[in-house]
């Protein structure tokens, strides 16, 4: 609407671009939480792998050297898939943080979307009301002429 105009307009505007920045930013951490957690599983299944492999080696017997080597190889699993767990948890703490920012930032949008609202309604009926007495004066002036 050409004549409508709204005071606040810019700081809705800029309100806008924060809840798309806010939605960026939580886009990205739900990449990094689902990488997480593909690296949590890809560790657990190496884990799962290898213990098999262990079960299989024991049966066959195994040198001292390859039970050390497989010890090592186990401790150090382990403690990838803590880092990675750890990683997890931060990811996801993160996203929860970047939801509630997303869900603040669009309550400050909503506040100034609903007096925009009202105030572009009002400017509708009022120029609603000025188009309707101009059409009721033109059809009067043409009445006066055909009398």
């Known amino acids: 609407m050409a004549g409508f105009h709204y005071r606040l ?39 799962t792998r290898m213990n098999t492999a262990w079960c299989e080696a024991a049966r066959t017997g195994l040198t001292p050297q390859a039970a050390l080597d497989f010890a090592n190889f186990t401790t150090e699993l382990e403690r990838r898939k803590r880092q990675a767990q750890a990683e997890l948890e931060r990811a996801q703490t993160e996203e929860l943080a970047r939801r509630a920012l997303l869900d603040i930032a669009m309550n400050k949008q ?38």
């Open 110 to 147: 909503k506040v100034l979307e609903k007096p925009k609202a009202r105030a572009l309604k009002r400017y509708q009926v009022e120029t609603g009301r000025k188009d309707q007495a101009a059409l009721d004066e033109f059809a009067t002036l043409r009445g006066d002429k055909k009398k």
């Open 9 to 47: 307009e810019r700081v809705l505007e800029l309100r806008k671009q924060a809840v798309e920045q806010h939605k960026q930013m939580l886009a990205r951490m739900i990449a990094a939480t689902r990488a997480a957690q593909a690296a949590v599983l890809a560790l657990e299944t190496e884990q």
